[in-house]
């Protein structure tokens, strides 16, 4: 059975995408960290445009939680 959908943090989907797409520019040496401030700034974006992109890079549905 093939993975549906994918749930992460919203901070982890920017993560995952920002990861994801650095490795595809720089040969798929992938970054192990990315500074705080970029991820501040794609948290300002609305869940369902990470949504977007987190489907348009993986082709997964992504399903966003909060950490309790």
Request: net charge positive; glycine share 6%.
């Amino acid at each position: 059975m093939a993975i549906r959908k994918h749930a992460l943090t919203k901070e982890g989907a920017i993560i995952a995408i920002t990861r994801s797409q650095i490795g595809k520019i720089d040969g798929n040496k992938v970054p192990s960290g990315i500074r705080q401030t970029f991820i501040d700034l794609y948290m300002q974006q609305s869940d369902e445009k990470i949504k977007s992109a987190y489907l348009a890079e993986f082709e997964i549905k992504l399903e966003i939680v909060e950490l309790k």
